[in-house]
């Protein structure tokens, strides 16, 4: 049994009336009691073991039945598929067909029927979901269990990534409150007793330190809709909307990616304040700029950075009121190893039990491993984690030289006036960048002046000598294959060069070239 369940228990013995999941659409009101949360789920999964079933997937908003149903797979022993809203047709199609669910749960059936091959055999409805069991032949059952999904697993969480397809990752359940458990610890002096999920359950980061985390800690849980949080879906976001929900509901905790962050600590410097309630605001999914985040402790926010992967249970690294380094990743969680290998950021720990359909990656039960992540990185002398970018983005210059760009990004990010920044240059000579400012009175010779003042302090082979001003940060992607940016914000770097080839080509003329001579032909020589 994990802690999150015995927590529930625990609460629903000691304070069986108290709410446990609370709803908010514009105002609060009790999902859940802690005995009714312990009831409902408890019945739940009775009748999940009735059915037989064996991996369902989960396609819905945010809410109380979605928790109950994702502790009720577990305590029954299901393999849950959670599918995110924002996936493209085409992804939710591949995740279901990758999988073989035998069951679904949604609260918008018809997008999904379509791609289910199998016949209805039972519907139900399950606090306000859709509850549909499908008629999976034994043979496929079969087959799924020696060719689909690793032993062990309790969850499969498929992410759009830096490419259109998704790729399955499979978790044990032991893994995730693992990390539930040590989030719980590191975060203990900040007597959390309400979290408030802004980003979608169907996120792992979510599900895990937003559900998990907090309900075995005791504290209770707030699920908005969409709408109540202003996020409109294609027409975009309301910030007055979410500044008034965090005023209504008034979290002790919650967690942002770096654009929402950058939105509130924009709103926080024109006057709005944040409620005096939130005592820690994780930020996560993509790195935050140093100067973001430190923008945000000046105006005493309690915004602290982590890092994770789908594959290591979502969270490795995290800063914390009592170890906190702005610019770093934190420092492991108190249940994992991390080591730097040729540069890269090893992670030991319990991990994934392997991806979907991928036997040689599947992993005995209950075993440990060495994964690598693929990141570039450095840990310092006091234990903080700090990323300089990611293997497979590494730009290597016409002069041999390594370059990462996001190192590079990182230093320019630093700067108050620039939004996003993207750093282009393999086979080339020198450097090239895509910059958006925060605000669109920023004159070009400001942009100039923050180029330089970071490129006075880079090696010669690094430096950006060209740029080029795009009209506006790029923004998170729907899981389209034609995205800029993923859904969480990390830059799809192949899509960015195709949309901007003719800019970035500009800045690579022959004129360009021509222009740096003198310098590159230094370089050259000097081999610096």
């Known amino acids: 049994m994990n802690n999150t369940w015995k927590s529930i228990c625990s609460r629903a013995f000691a304070s069986p009336d108290e709410p446990a999941l609370v709803q908010y659409d514009g105002q609060l009101s009790t999902a859940f009691t802690w005995a009714g949360l312990q009831a409902a789920v408890t019945d739940l999964a009775a009748q999940l073991q009735q059915d037989g079933l064996e991996i369902a ?121 693992q990390v539930a458990d040590s989030i719980i610890a590191v975060t203990d002096s900040c007597h959390i007793e309400t979290h408030l999920c802004v980003l979608p359950l169907a996120i792992l980061l979510e599900n895990v330190a937003g559900i998990y985390a907090p309900l075995g800690r005791g504290a209770q849980v707030i699920l908005a809709t969409e709408a109540a949080l202003g996020f409109n879906g294609s027409s975009g976001f309301n910030l007055t909307r979410f500044l008034a929900a965090l005023q209504d509901c008034q ?147 016409s002069f041999g030289r390594n370059i990462s760009p996001e190192w590079l990004e990182a230093k320019l990010s630093v700067s108050s006036i620039i939004a996003q920044v993207f750093v282009f240059g393999d086979g080339q000579p020198f450097c090239v960048a895509l910059i958006a400012t925060r605000f669109s009175e920023t004159s070009d010779f400001e942009i100039e002046n923050a180029v330089a003042t970071v490129n006075s302090r880079l090696p010669e082979y690094a430096r950006i000598k060209r740029w080029h001003r795009i009209a506006q940060a790029l923004l998170p992607g729907q899981g389209l294959a034609s995205d800029l940016m993923t859904t969480n914000g990390r830059p799809r770097r192949a899509q960015i060069k195709r949309r901007f080839s003719a800019e970035i080509a500009a800045l690579f003329s022959n004129n360009d070239i021509q222009g740096n001579r003198d310098e590159i032909l230094s370089e050259f020589k000097t081999g610096h």
């Open 57 to 177: 997937a989960l396609y819905a908003c945010n809410s109380a039945a979605w928790v109950v149903t994702d502790l009720a797979c577990e305590l029954a022993g299901v393999a849950l598929l959670p599918l995110p809203g924002f996936f493209s047709s085409q992804q939710l199609e591949h995740a279901i067909n990758e999988v073989l669910v035998d069951a679904l749960f949604t609260d918008q059936p018809e997008p999904l029927l379509q791609f289910i091959a199998q016949p209805v055999k039972a519907q139900r409805s399950v606090h306000g979901l859709t509850y549909l069991s499908f008629d999976v032949a034994a043979s496929e059952k079969q087959f799924r269990k020696q060719n689909v999904l690793p032993p062990d697993t309790q969850k499969v969480t498929f992410t759009s990534g830096s490419t259109g397809a998704p790729k399955g990752v499979c978790l044990s359940s032991t893994h995730l409150h």
């Open 251 to 397: 979290p002790n905790s919650l967690i942002v990616f770096p654009q929402l962050l950058e939105a509130l600590v924009s709103s926080n410097e024109a006057g709005w304040k944040l409620p005096s309630s939130l005592r820690f605001i994780a930020v996560g999914g993509a790195t935050a700029p140093p100067g973001l985040l430190d923008r945000a402790w000046q105006q005493g926010l309690p915004v602290y950075e982590g890092y994770g992967l789908s594959e290591c249970g979502s969270v490795v690294s995290l800063n914390t009121p009592s170890a906190r380094k702005n610019g770093s990743l934190g420092k492991p969680l108190p249940h994992i190893k991390v080591e730097i290998f040729n540069g890269e950021i090893i992670v030991e720990s319990p991990i994934f039990t392997g991806y979907v359909r991928d036997l040689k990656s599947w992993r005995e039960h209950g075993s440990t491993g060495r994964f690598a992540t693929g990141d570039l990185g450095s840990i310092d002398g006091e234990g903080f984690i700090h990323f300089s970018g990611r293997r497979r983005n590494l730009l290597i210059s």
